[in-house]
């Protein structure tokens, strides 16, 4: 037992590096915003919409990429999907312009969705049944860990070097990836060519639907302030660069703090866990205008809110996952990119609210919005669940 833990330690590692590399580049222009608008001449909601894209090329990637490398061994299909994500951020470091940047950003994006969602499958294979949810949790911990030290180290590359320089140390993050998934991934044999009409056909339950919709939701309110904290805290605090990276790596730690909890708790009741957590997200979004007045108030309300946001990522993914049961790697790719389009949809909201000149407070209410949509969602799909179960028992 003991030599397959260990013998499952490095391939864990090489998916977790993967994870961190596509983490960094997903949430690291969040926190290089101002530095991207000043460089490519664009408004700061102008440069917001490179969240969006981003996440949009997530959400169309996901499944497509999924279908596609189906046939590959996983192994070569994953550091196929590094190697895209390498070259997009190599092609963002050297955009000319806004438009081209735009471009390099969806091309990056395409991986996303299924190295998660292939991932999450190789993971799995790697150890015992019973430590299967902790191997999936040892990927994702490389996306946490990057809101701890990537994001924030992105954020000072661009403040200080420029944010071509993040983008350029991005992808030389993928370069680690790929070298590492060849050296310690066992080779794998070729897959099955997938029954596609099947798998989109177990994507179109009703109860697959309403928990997909749930992620968008949650994801959507979570992205409202997370794509905005940089140019919010300024406005809220008088924030400097150095308080900025400090806040980003209190997000990052609560993130992986959610991220522990809500796998733990999800195993007793998703259902619950989804509403606990929802309830304090949208608590601490509309609180933390307020909060935000003192340092330290920024930082309890930043803390506690990362802790909600990411606690809800498990109990969504288990969700879609245990509903789609034929159709695991497929469900997990999609609700990836449900998880995405709740970020472009996030990022747009809080960019049409500055847009209509209401600030950064209401960038924080829509938001809470959001979240309180997604709860009613987990609500009555609870108590439909019931209802059905109790029929059942009649």
Not at 148 to 166: F, H, K, N, Q, Y
Not at 185 to 214: F, I, M, N, W, Y
Not at 250 to 257: N, V
Not at 294 to 304: C, V
């Amino acid at each position: 037992m003991n030599k397959h833990t260990h013998s499952s330690a490095l391939p864990l590692l090489a998916l977790a590096i993967g994870a961190f590399g596509i983490g960094t580049t997903e949430f690291g222009p969040m926190g290089m915003l101002l530095t991207i608008a000043q460089g490519v001449s664009v408004s700061i909601p102008t440069a917001g919409l490179l969240v969006s894209a981003y996440a949009i090329g997530v959400t169309i990637g996901a499944p497509v990429m999924t279908l596609l490398l189906a046939r590959w061994p996983r192994r070569k299909a994953l550091i196929a999907l590094m190697a895209i994500f390498t070259i997009g951020n190599i092609l963002s470091a050297l955009a000319p312009g806004y438009a081209s940047l735009m471009v390099a950003r969806v091309v990056t994006s395409l991986t996303h969705g299924a190295f998660f969602g292939i991932g999450s499958v190789v993971a799995a294979s790697l150890v015992p049944r019973d430590k299967q949810a902790s191997a999936v949790a040892t990927m994702f911990l490389g996306l946490t860990i990057a809101n701890i030290g990537g994001v924030p180290a992105a954020t000072w590359v661009s403040d200080t070097l420029g944010w071509r320089e993040s983008f350029g140390a991005i992808s030389a993050l993928g370069l680690l990836a790929m070298t590492a998934l060849a050296m310690f991934l066992p080779q794998g044999s070729a897959g099955a060519a997938p029954d596609v009409r099947r798998e989109l056909k177990v994507l179109l339950r009703p109860v697959v639907l309403q928990g997909l919709l749930t992620t968008v939701l949650a994801s959507g309110a979570t992205f409202a302030l997370y794509t905005y904290i940089n140019p919010a805290l300024k406005t809220f605090t008088h924030a400097s660069p150095g308080f900025i990276t400090a806040m980003l790596a209190l997000i990052g730690i609560g993130f992986t703090i959610g991220n522990a909890v809500g796998g733990k708790l999800a195993d007793w009741s998703i259902d619950k866990t989804l509403v606990g957590f929802l309830v304090l997200e949208a608590a601490t979004m509309i609180a933390f205008p307020w909060l935000a007045q003192t340092q330290l108030g920024a930082a309890a309300g930043l803390l506690l809110w990362g802790i909600a946001a990411f606690a809800l990522v498990p109990p969504v993914q288990m969700r879609v996952m245990r509903a789609a049961t034929e159709a695991p790697g497929l469900a997990s790719s999609v609700n990836i990119g449900a998880f995405n389009l709740g970020n472009a949809i996030g990022a747009a909201a809080g960019a049409l609210v500055l847009n209509a000149n209401l600030g950064y407070a209401a960038v924080m209410y829509a938001g809470a919005g959001l979240t309180v949509l997604a709860l009613v969602l987990v609500v009555v799909s609870a108590s439909t669940s019931a209802r059905g179960c109790a029929d059942a028992a009649v």
